[in-house]
């Protein structure tokens, strides 16, 4: 069974920093590709990331412009979870944070920024 279970989201100041975690299981988690999508209100939801099957060497795609420069994600295969390491945080990246594999996504966690 698939599961994946994000955490770390809260309420941060603006320009602060958050690190979600997003803990998988129920698959081979060291050649997934996964991926980090965000939905504020009102709005779609958008993907944020991307990560290859190679892992913390491989590509990293971050679809949203905006976060480029302040966003890093990274997996550690030998915890099976994928990290989004959050910096510079803006009141516009207040949203729900998704982790995602295929078809499946976890329940979110709540971002908040705001001073």
């Known amino acids: 069974q698939v599961q994946l279970v994000e955490s770390g989201g809260g309420l941060v100041q603006p320009g602060g920093s958050l690190r979600l975690s997003c803990a998988a299981s129920?698959?081979?988690?060291?050649?997934?590709?996964m991926s980090w999508w965000r939905q504020a209100p009102g709005k779609e939801r958008e993907e944020v990331a991307r990560?290859?099957?190679?892992?913390?060497?491989?590509?990293?795609?971050y679809t949203d412009e905006s976060v480029r420069g302040r966003f890093v994600i990274s997996k550690d295969n030998a915890k099976n979870t994928l990290y989004l390491q959050m910096n510079s945080l803006k009141p516009e990246d207040t949203a729900v944070y998704y982790c995602?594999?295929?078809?499946?996504w976890g329940q979110g966690t709540q971002v908040t920024v705001s001073s």
């Open positions: 995602n594999w295929g078809r499946y």
């Open positions: 129920g698959f081979k988690f060291d050649t997934a590709f």
């Open positions: 990560i290859d099957s190679v892992g913390t060497s491989g590509i990293y795609t």
